[in-house]
Each structure stands twice: as structure tokens, then as C-alpha cells.
């Protein structure tokens, strides 16, 4: 991967990382269902969750989250042939799909007030959300 390319993977990571978030963000104040609150929350972690982090330190966590499901799409796009012959948005899909998932566990596992692991508004919200994240990730690559 060369800096052109490398440069542009970045881009493209915060840009839908931080579209996700706000829209994230947004969608919690219009529902009242805590989904962005799940998409910060980190306080379940060992060492990591017993500190008093910023909203912004959360959201940048969020972003290196981003940043990684799109070199991890890159890179599966690039090195692996079958995922050639598939269309890319299947893919992406595939990626994301683990994101979704963590809806259970991580709404588990908070110690703080979130969106209810059984609440199916807010799996919604959250499962709709992270799709239109893998729908944007091969339309911007």
C-alpha cells in the first residue's frame, strides 16, 4: 500500500466512522435509545474502563475502531481472489456484521445505563446504522 492509497483508507475510515457516530449520536437524542452511549462505552474493559475518559477520547477510540474495519476491508479486498468475484458490498457486509453482534455482548457488560441488551428498537437502530457504515465503505473505496 503505497501513501496515496494509505492516505485515502485513512480518509475514508474517519469519514465513516465519524458519519456513524453522529448519525449514532443523533438518532439517541431523536429515540431516546441509548445507541450511541453503546458505541462509546468502554467502562467494562480492565484498566481502560476504570478511567474517567472524554466524550472526545471515546469517540476517537470509536474512530481507530473505524480505521481498522477499513484496512481490514482493503486488505481482504486486495489479497484475497474469491472476494473478486463476489461484489464488494457483500464484503463489506461480512466485516461489519461482527459490529452488529457486539450489540449483546457489550450491552451486557456495561456498567453504565445503555440500550437494553433485549430491547429490539434500539438493536434496530444499531443494526441500521452499522449497514449504511458497510454500505458507504465500498462506494467510498
Known amino acids: ?29 431523536y429515540s431516546g435509545k441509548q445507541v450511541y452511549q453503546l ?15 472524554s466524550e472526545a477520547t471515546l469517540f476517537l477510540f470509536h474512530l481507530l475502531a473505524s480505521l481498522t474495519i477499513t484496512f481490514s476491508y482493503v486488505y481482504i479486498l486486495h489479497t484475497r481472489s474469491i472476494f473478486r468475484k463476489w461484489k464488494t458490498y457483500t464484503l463489506a457486509i461480512c466485516i461489519i ?3 452488529i453482534l457486539l450489540y449483546f455482548p457489550l450491552s451486557l457488560l456495561s456498567q453504565t445505563e445503555v440500550a437494553h441488551p433485549f430491547d429490539l428498537a434500539a438493536f434496530f437502530l444499531w443494526s441500521l446504522l452499522h449497514l449504511i457504515y458497510a454500505l458507504f465503505l465500498p462506494k467510498a473505496i
Open 97 to 99: 456484521t461482527p459490529a
Open 39 to 53: 458505541l462509546l462505552n468502554v467502562d467494562f474493559l480492565p484498566v481502560i474502563g476504570t478511567i474517567p475518559w
Open 1 to 29: 500500500m503505497n501513501g496515496k492509497t494509505l492516505k485515502k483508507v485513512c480518509l475514508i475510515g474517519l469519514i465513516n466512522g465519524i458519519m456513524l457516530g453522529f448519525l449514532m449520536k443523533w438518532m439517541e437524542m
